[in-house]
């Protein structure tokens, strides 16, 4: 089956200490998207690739970053994570610009920051 | 500034009745509203959609009522069953964007 994945499902990291999530698809969609998803909060857009073009969000902190190496993987990489980025971090996927509403989530890792 | 709201963090209803799960949103450019429900340990999974210019959109057990004048939208589900219990969240998406806004989510429990 077509899907999102997303790898580890659990993540522990000492504060301060890089860290990087992964995400892959097999449903060969333009878009990828990172988003941060803290208890009892909305899933709060970290940033996009359209193809290989990136769109940062505007209050999205330098500490994070992402790279899409290929249209089936895409990273996000905390350069420096500090006990407020223990959240859960939700990959997803939409076919295109114009279809970008309907989005295919990932299981989503957890990270956990000591 | 919350754009999308789920007021309600968490609902209870019998099997068999019907479950209304409620959203109020504040852009007026928003001109797409999609339901997604998560389970536990998995993604969020998409449910149902609608489009601004329509009022009404069913799909199944599953229907979303959009009131422009009023900002809101609602999904029915009717019957509800204990395979419903989730978390659903709203979402909302402004033309020609790439982004969805989604709300805090509202935990249905479907009990027997």
């Known amino acids: 089956d077509a899907m999102v994945i997303q790898n580890p499902r659990y993540q522990v990291t000492q504060f301060g200490k890089p860290v990087t999530l992964s995400c892959s698809q097999t449903l060969n969609h333009n878009v990828m998207y990172w988003y941060q998803q803290k208890s009892s909060q909305a899933p709060k857009l970290l940033f996009h690739y359209y193809d290989k073009d990136f769109n940062n969000e505007a209050d999205t902190p330098d500490n994070f970053q992402s790279r899409r190496p290929n249209t089936s993987f895409c990273f996000l990489d905390i350069r420096s994570p500090g006990l407020g980025d223990a959240a859960m971090y939700l990959c997803?996927?939409?076919?295109?610009?114009?279809?970008?509403?309907?989005?295919?989530f990932g299981p989503g890792t957890r990270l956990t920051v000591t | 500034d919350q754009q999308v709201k789920q007021n309600s963090p968490s609902l209870s209803v019998q099997e068999g009745r019907i479950s209304i799960l409620n959203c109020d949103y504040t852009n007026s450019m928003f001109d797409y509203f999609l339901w997604y429900k998560k389970y536990p340990a998995e993604g969020p999974t998409f449910l149902i959609s609608i489009s601004s210019i329509k009022d009404k959109n069913e799909d199944g057990r599953f229907t979303v009522f959009l009131n422009k004048s009023a900002k809101h939208l609602s999904l029915h589900i009717v019957p509800s069953q204990p395979g419903d219990s989730a978390v659903y969240f709203c979402?909302?998406?402004?033309?020609?964007?790439?982004?969805?806004?989604f709300g805090t989510g509202t935990r249905l429990q479907v009990f027997p």
């Open positions: 997803a996927t939409s076919r295109g610009r114009d279809t970008a509403y309907e989005q295919y």
């Open positions: 979402a909302a998406s402004a033309y020609n964007t790439d982004k969805l806004i």
